[in-house]
């Protein structure tokens, strides 16, 4: 199908859910803003497309992950790079783990592949008054697993890899059920497992604000 270069950027600093915000603010004033790829704004509105650059916790610590032209974007935080930033109240002294360049082979597999998806945000204004019609859990199931194909469509198609093979895809147990603030309302939020016949990079965003923590993907290993 095709190949996508990936770069993880990993701090030392650990950093709860919600600071995740005020990380990312740190990060756009310390690099070239003039880069909408840092915070997918324009002069006119907002940059629809899927986020590039996203800032998540891994293994609770502060960290950037960067796609295709995000790689290269990432270069300007570096070239005024201070290690000094401030989140909310605090100052800190930002100290990397790890800087990981990868290439990533997204392809349609054979087998399934089981994976973990936490802090995942399907539902917007709109689809959210239809999830809450659907009286049986194998409707509301059977729906969230359609919101997530499309999900994972919307991703690959911000890295301009489109598909003539169906994906299979299927949620096998919801695990948490919970709200996320955001703007002043809270959203709907699930941590879960699911399958699907599609090889994936770990880390990256799926959903509603997959920029900032959200909608994160790792490989689901059994117990």
């Not at 935080?77 to 990868?102: M, N, Q, W």
């Not at 399934?112 to 539902?123: E, G, M, Q, S, V």
């Not at 003539?164 to 309302?185: A, F, L, S």
Request: aromatic share 10%.
């Amino acid at each position: 199908m095709g190949n996508i270069r990936i770069l993880t950027l990993k701090f030392r600093n650990q950093l709860q859910p919600d600071e995740i915000k005020w990380f990312r603010g740190a990060i756009i004033h310390a690099s070239d803003k003039g880069n909408v790829l840092f915070h997918n704004h324009t002069e006119e509105n907002y940059r629809y497309a899927y986020p590039l650059i996203q800032y998540k916790l891994i293994h609770r610590c502060a960290a950037i992950l960067c796609i295709e032209e995000g790689v290269e974007a990432i270069g300007h935080f570096f070239s005024h790079y201070t290690d000094r930033i401030r989140i909310g109240e605090k100052e800190l002294c930002l100290e990397v783990d790890y800087l990981r360049p990868a290439v990533f082979s997204l392809e349609i597999t054979e087998r399934l592949t089981r994976y973990r998806l936490r802090r995942w945000i399907p539902l917007n204004r709109e689809n959210y008054q239809t999830y809450r019609t659907l009286e049986r859990d194998d409707q509301r199931m059977h729906f969230l697993q359609k919101i997530l194909v499309g999900n994972i469509l919307s991703c690959l198609k911000g890295v301009n890899i489109y598909l003539d093979e169906k994906i299979t895809c299927r949620i096998q147990e919801i695990t948490r059920m919970y709200t996320i603030p955001n703007k002043g309302v809270n959203l709907l939020a699930f941590d879960l497992i699911f399958t699907a016949n599609l090889s994936l990079p770990p880390y990256i965003g799926l959903g509603k604000n997959a920029s900032i923590n959200c909608g994160i993907l790792t490989l689901a290993h059994r117990s």
